[in-house]
């Protein structure tokens, strides 16, 4: 004797439905579908209620009578009330604050001169927002939410200082690079693996550089002078020296 199968398919794409609950009430029993759409309902013979049910699409209630008349195939309608799948996506264009869901700290550059930092490192960690593991004057590595090193993530305009598979211990990268030729600076304290990666679990550290000014002024610039008698350091820096074409001249 062969046993009775039934067949379950989507009717929008005809594709066989897995995992269908089949059941009836009176006697009570009940059988899945398998990876096939199909089941065995021979103990459901001269029901006259069978009901199919899987979550997405609209259960359906049929007779043995009916279940003959279209030769054991059953077709199930998708769910007008379904939820899409959770699709999680960030964008690095700039937006409010207030709109953005963690934690973002920027950084004022007209502090810049005043703090009068050596290098980047000083500059993060004069915000008292991040805490920078120094062990000689010549480094600094910063550190947030207890990570650092490849947990954390520099990136200046946008591309990556560093990545993943760079060394788990403290890590000077940031100190290469000149504070007084950043226009922003932004500190994301939650983890930006959405936006940048794998490598940003613990936050990101967004630079920007500074943006060419090519106004009427023929040249413009800032120029900073620096001394420190710690360690009998001297700088100096003009990042700012823009030349702009005159009377529509390149």
């Known amino acids: ?29 009940s059988v899945v579908t398998d990876s096939k759409g199909q089941a065995n309902i021979e103990g459901f013979k001269d029901q006259k209620s069978i009901v199919f049910q899987l979550l997405g699409f609209e259960s359906k209630s049929v007779s043995w009578a009916e279940l003959l ?3 054991f195939n059953i077709e199930l309608t998708p769910s007008q009330i ?16 207030q709109d953005v869901p963690g934690k973002v700290r920027s950084l004022d550059s007209k502090q810049l001169n005043l703090r009068s930092p050596s290098n980047t490192s000083d500059w993060l960690g004069s915000s008292g927002e991040v805490f920078v593991q120094k062990s000689q ?3 600094g590595s910063p550190m947030i939410r207890g990570f650092s090193a ?25 100190i ?29 550290m967004a630079f920007e550089t500074l943006t060419p000014d ?6 413009s610039g800032t120029i900073f002078s620096r001394y420190a008698s710690a360690y ?17 001249a390149s």
């Open 176 to 204: 290469s690079l000149d504070p007084f030729t950043l226009q922003t600076t932004e500190i994301l304290f939650g983890t930006g693996s959405v936006m940048y990666g794998s490598d940003a679990i613990g936050g990101v």
């Open 137 to 139: 004057l010549g480094g």
């Open 1 to 29: 004797m062969i046993a009775q199968q039934v067949l379950v398919t989507d009717s929008s794409n005809k594709q066989a439905l897995g995992g269908v609950l089949i059941y009836s009430i009176h006697p009570g029993r």
């Open 150 to 174: 490849n947990r954390l993530l520099y990136a200046i305009d946008g591309v990556r200082m560093n990545t993943a598979i760079f060394r788990s211990g403290n890590l000077q990268n940031v």
């Open 232 to 248: 009998s350091e001297k700088k100096q820096s003009m990042p700012t020296c823009l030349m702009a074409p005159e009377n529509g």
């Open 82 to 97: 379904t939820l899409d799948v959770a699709i999680i996506a960030a964008n690095r264009w700039r937006q409010n604050v």
């Open 214 to 219: 090519l106004g009427e002024q023929a040249v």
């Open 69 to 71: 008349a279209v030769q």
